[in-house]
């Protein structure tokens, strides 16, 4: 069954690293969009698909609250 997220194997496969720290790091450095949640590192497939397609995966650091009146 595939689902939204990558399992723990398939983001130490596609980092080259096992520890959550290392794994961020390099998400970061690729400009793939991730979330810490403690030890663990979540990713979408879907940011990974457009990192690998070459399309930028746009960070959000949540909505703008000034521009709501």
């Known amino acids: 069954m595939i689902t939204e997220y ?3 194997v398939e983001l130490a496969t596609l980092t080259g ?3 959550a720290g290392r794994q ?3 998400l970061g450095e690729k400009g793939v969009p991730h979330r810490l ?3 663990r590192v979540i990713v979408s497939r879907l940011h990974v698909q457009a990192w ?3 399309r930028v995966a746009v960070k959000s650091s949540g909505p703008n609250w000034a ?3």
């Open 37 to 39: 949640d403690g030890q």
């Open 6 to 8: 990558l399992s723990r």
């Open 67 to 69: 521009a709501i009146r």
């Open 24 to 26: 961020a790091n390099w």
């Open 17 to 19: 690293a096992m520890r």
């Open 52 to 54: 690998l397609e070459g």
